[in-house]
């Protein structure tokens, strides 16, 4: 998969037209345009991974040692740690086998309550560009104890590999944008394909190419339903809410929002948010619900109740029936055949979006929001996107 070129970007108008699909996206050397390219190139990138995955010989050693571990630890930090989370909740899920995720600053600062509650689990260190201090200070860490670890990260030859015992690269989806989209998406599919792998499960790994085909036509028709949304809308902040595996995507979600559009995010288990956080609805609050199929019906009772409240809703989900289309003032159903865990990584799409339009809709630039440098070296560069 070729690279994208690296445009001149420029303020101008960031809902000018865009011929390709009839709505307004930044066109190319315009901010956001390459935020806006590597998030609409996702499936295109989850076919490369997955068709990477399936060649003999490719990570052979980094497959034969997930699949033998009794579970997994995944470490990372920013986006990196949202998907540990994720994919913990993967792996727990597909293997009944025991997983976690923590940030790699917990394990730094709290090494033996960290270690002692995922005694016997396989460390996973988790960063798109292999530099991130912290993450390798965790890998320093476990290989001074003589626990082995793996790495995923979409960049070679950078630090994190001198620190692990086998590492998967990916660098063809890496980005040029400073915020992690279409990395976070493959490095978790890629997770999620080997705990599969580990379980013995024949059917999930090819749900996953099946979601990749069937997620190409959508993205564009997600991607102009949420500029709209956004042109016509401002909000003071914004409340992600997700349950179960989905809770690392509303993590996600909330941090995309910060990142790009500098906005107030935070995130909740969906459920929790009735235990005091409510407090804050009203039509100025955009309150953001990944609706799961497991437990869809009480996520919904907790839609209708933000509604009566006041609350303006965004509502991503697989299926909706038509309570929630009622109380959504936009509904975006993903419709895949696919089980709910194949669905984690498009669900994830509509939330980048968001961040990339509130972003340029604030006369920002998503690409390169202030502060934020592609790497957290600490003593060296400024602090990152994960």
Same mark, same amino acid.
């Given at each position: ?152 990260t979409c960049a070679p030859g950078q630090p994190l590999e001198q620190v692990a015992t086998a590492t998967l690269f990916l660098p063809d989806i890496d980005e040029q944008s400073t915020v992690m989209t279409r990395s976070f998406t493959s490095m978790l599919l890629c997770l999620q394909t080997f705990s599969s792998i580990a379980a013995g499960n024949s059917h999930f790994g090819p749900s996953l190419g099946e979601m990749a085909a069937a997620t190409a036509p959508l993205v564009p028709m997600i991607s102009g339903k949420i500029r709209d949304f ?51 609805? !009203?039509?100025? =609050? /955009?309150? #953001? ?8 019906? %009480?996520?919904?009772? +907790? &839609?209708? *109740?933000?509604?009566?409240? !006041?609350?303006? =809703? /965004?509502? #991503? ?8 289309? %009622?109380?959504?003032? +936009? &509904?975006? *159903? ?53």
């Amino acid at each position: 998969m070729s690279k994208l070129t690296q445009p001149k970007l420029t303020q101008t108008n960031p809902f000018g037209s865009s011929p390709a699909d009839g709505h307004k996206t930044p066109a190319a050397g315009q901010a956001g345009a390459h935020s806006l390219a590597e998030i609409l190139s996702q499936p295109q990138c989850w076919n490369d991974c997955l068709a990477g995955l399936s060649k003999a010989g490719v990570s052979a050693e980094f497959k034969q040692r997930f699949e033998s571990a009794s579970g997994w630890l995944f470490i990372g930090c920013g986006s990196s740690y949202y998907v540990a989370l994720a994919a913990a909740a993967s792996a727990l899920s597909l293997t009944g086998r025991p997983a976690r995720a923590i940030p790699a600053s917990e394990l730094l600062l709290y090494p033996e309550p960290s270690l002692a509650a995922a005694k016997g689990l396989l460390p996973i260190l988790i960063s798109r560009s292999g530099r991130t201090s912290e993450v390798i200070r965790a890998g320093e860490l476990l290989k001074a104890r003589n626990i082995p670890r793996l790495a995923i990260t979409c960049a070679p030859g950078q630090p994190l590999e001198q620190v692990a015992t086998a590492t998967l690269f990916l660098p063809d989806i890496d980005e040029q944008s400073t915020v992690m989209t279409r990395s976070f998406t493959s490095m978790l599919l890629c997770l999620q394909t080997f705990s599969s792998i580990a379980a013995g499960n024949s059917h999930f790994g090819p749900s996953l190419g099946e979601m990749a085909a069937a997620t190409a036509p959508l993205v564009p028709m997600i991607s102009g339903k949420i500029r709209d949304f956004v042109s016509s809308h401002r909000f003071a902040d914004y409340v992600c809410l997700g349950q179960g595996p989905f809770f690392g995507i509303a993590c996600e979600y909330a941090l995309k929002l910060t990142e790009m559009s500098l906005s107030y995010a935070q995130s909740f288990h969906t459920l929790e948010f009735r235990h005091g956080p409510k407090s804050i609805v !009203g039509p100025e =609050t /955009l309150l #953001i619900f990944l609706l799961s199929e497991t437990g869809y019906a %009480a996520e919904r009772e +907790l &839609l209708e *109740e933000m509604k009566s409240l !006041g609350g303006t =809703t /965004l509502a #991503i989900t697989n299926r909706a029936d038509s309570r929630a289309r %009622a109380d959504s003032d +936009l &509904l975006l *159903e993903l419709s895949l055949d696919v089980p709910e865990l194949a669905r984690l990584a498009p669900a994830l799409v509509p939330g980048q979006l968001l961040g990339l339009y509130t972003g340029l809709q604030k006369g920002l630039d998503p690409d390169s929001p202030r502060n934020l440098s592609r790497a957290v070296v600490l003593d060296e560069e400024p602090t990152q996107a994960g």
